[in-house]
């Protein structure tokens, strides 16, 4: 009996590499969504002198916002992988500026990720007001608000479960 659970033990444990698969689609999903972000530059670019200061405002925000989806694809990628699959080597890499980010920690900052793309989204909604019905602009902005609030009690919550470890060491 003890075999037959060391060796589900063993299947259970090496099953993590199999995120690998996703982590490497990622980073490949992030690779196409850098040509996405270079094609929307060069169309900013070749529009910069026919842009009225609002649509200068929206495209740039459509930049921002590219920039901050693909830095939340790089913080999920690398810190899944340290935490579910292996740590990486600092000898090899120069993995400093990762820090350590442990689950909770990382779903806040993804959560708050995440509100900062909606509040661009919203923002650039606000800026095409006219394009966008009330109804419309109301559920945007519950869904943000959702998403601020989720943000808020994963905080706060994380929060109270640092206390209960610290707290337990004593």
Known sequence: MKSLELIVERIILSSRWIL??????????????????????????????????????????GLIDAALVA?????????????????????????????KLDAGSL?????????????IHLLQVFLNSEQFTDSKIMWLTIMHMAFVVSAVMLG?????MRKSKDSSKV
């Open 20 to 61: 690998v698969v996703f982590y490497l689609g990622l980073a490949l999903s992030l690779a196409v969504y850098a040509v996405s972000f270079g094609y929307k530059f060069l169309k900013v670019a070749s529009n910069v002198f026919t842009y009225d200061e609002g649509e200068m405002i929206l495209a740039m925000l």
């Open 71 to 99: 830095s939340l694809i790089v913080m999920v990628m690398i810190s899944g992988y340290e935490n579910f699959v292996s740590r990486f080597d600092e000898s090899e890499a120069d993995v400093s500026f990762i820090g």
């Open 107 to 119: 779903k806040i900052k993804v959560a708050s990720s995440i509100v900062a793309i909606s509040s």
């Open 156 to 160: 706060f919550l994380e929060q109270l």
